[in-house]
Every structure is written in C-alpha cells, then in structure tokens.
C-alpha cells in the first residue's frame, strides 16, 4: 500500500508545464464569461497563467497553513477566498492582467477552479485506471510454498 500526498499526476517539471497550460487555458475561458477581468492578449495569459502556477507552488500553501482555523471552521470554503487573494496578487504582478474587485476576484477564482478540474478530469481519469492497474497487480499471490524449520 502507497500513501501519496498530492497530485500523483502532475510530478516534477512537466507537472509544473501540464499545469501551467491547463491554468492558462482555463484562464482565457474564465476571462470570457466574467467581463470584469481583462486579459491584454494572450501573451499576458500565458504570464498570468506562469505567476499563479508560481503562487499556487509557493504562496497558497503558506496561506493555507496561516488561515487553517477560518478553513476548519468554513468547512474548506475559505479556500474560495485564498484562491481570489492568488488571483489579486496575480493582478498587481502581471501587468495587462486587470480584476476590477475582490468580489469578482472570487467569482473568477470559483470559475477558474471549476474550469480547472473539468480541463484535469480526463488526465485524473486516466492515471485513475493505472493505478488500479497497478494495484491489481500487487495484491495478486502466487501460490507458495511451506518452508519447513530445520
């Protein structure tokens, strides 16, 4: 038995690029329905797509781990929140990336994880199935022998 912590199907570098294309993505969608987000161009949302993929490596956890009460005590929908505050820092870093409001900073970021696990389900899907694969093949015994102490 494995006990993995994390997402087993984006490790390493190209883990870091699968996300980063799949935010951007994500993010030019997102940016189309909610009309108080501008996106320059698409140079701007491959920037912005690199500055959250960034924050969301190295500043969300901090702030997860400083904001666990509100997060335990909202049953994990203060998430929302940290997720807009990603997307406001996102906001003062890149420019030509605009959010007109917190409030819409949390509208886009539910948007934006939504899009998120919908663009990752068929990768989540697929190393689902490998897995089980591979568990399959661990649990099976072969037939064995009793070894007799001399």
Request: charged letters at 15%.
């Amino acid at each position: 038995m494995k006990i993995v912590i994390g997402n087993t199907g984006h490790r390493g570098f190209w883990g870091f690029v699968a996300q980063f294309v799949v935010l951007t993505l994500a993010l030019l969608i997102a940016a189309y329905v909610v009309h108080d987000v501008h996106i320059g161009n698409v140079w701007t949302a491959l920037l912005t797509g690199f500055v959250i993929s960034l924050l969301n490596r190295f500043v969300r956890p901090i702030l997860i781990l400083l904001t666990f009460p509100f997060t335990a005590m909202t049953l994990g929908l203060f998430l929302f929140v940290i997720n807009a505050v990603i997307v406001m820092l996102a906001s003062v870093i890149v420019p030509q990336f605009e959010v007109d409001g917190f409030g819409t900073a949390l509208l886009f970021s539910i948007l934006l994880t939504l899009l998120n696990f919908l663009l990752e389900l068929p990768d989540r899907i697929g190393n689902r199935t490998e897995r089980q694969g591979t568990q399959e093949q661990e649990e099976h015994f072969d037939s064995y022998e009793e070894v007799e102490n001399e």
